[in-house]
């Protein structure tokens, strides 16, 4: 017996194709709320073009997630890590090329000069680089003194003492030793806010040196920099 074409028939046959053809559209649509975990996702399923933008906020990244490993090279820059500093900008940067020698003892004028505006707090950060003649026998020691608005002048009051450092060394022949301006009682290495807007300008007062014989000290380089408090 020939089996007549139907409408039954017709929308069965229909219904059977769109399954096979797009059964996986259709089981997304009828996917249960929670049902698709990480299991359930295929290896690199989900990539860059898949994320909607901005979908991912700080609340979504776990603490510790992101470490020096997942940064790019030279993807912050000073003026992006500035912006979550306590010192919001670097303001200035002063140096010194020499080399210039401690005897006698005298003062070097950073060059260029700096602003400190009205309200503004300044912290200086400051190293310099000593040498040591092969003539200069160990034990041997520098003392360098960083001044504001010294105006050429070796005399230290409170008022110009911005910070000291003291470098020694116990080897032998031609070397060169680096050192850092530090912060010590009557010099914080800052200078807190300011009545009113004015420029200013840093030394160097090669203090001291000491060798055990001989002599041949000299200052070979130098550079402060000023940073400005938010």
Known sequence: MRRHLTYQNAMATIAALL?????TAFAAAQLAKNSVGKKQLKANAVTT???????????KIKNGAVNGAKVADG????TKL????????LTTKLRFSGPIDFAPPGIVPLPGT???????????LGDFEVGFAASCEAPRTVIVILLQDSSGSMSISQ?????????????????SRTGQFEAVVGAPMSRMSAA????????????????????????????????GLR
């Open 159 to 175: 008022e110009n003492f911005l910070g000291l450092a003291k470098v020694t060394d116990l080897g032998s022949g031609a070397v």
């Open 75 to 78: 993807s912050i820059t000073g």
């Open 82 to 89: 500035a912006s979550g500093a306590p010192y919001s900008q």
């Open 114 to 124: 700096y602003t400190q505006n009205a309200g503004e707090d300044l912290r200086f």
């Open 19 to 23: 399954l096979i053809a797009g059964g």
């Open 196 to 227: 009113s807007t004015a420029s200013h300008s840093l030394s160097i007062l090669m203090a001291n040196f000491e060798c055990k014989s001989g002599s041949g000290v000299s200052l070979n380089s130098a550079g402060v920099d000023v940073l």
């Open 49 to 59: 073009a898949k994320i909607k933008k901005n979908a991912v906020t700080k609340a």
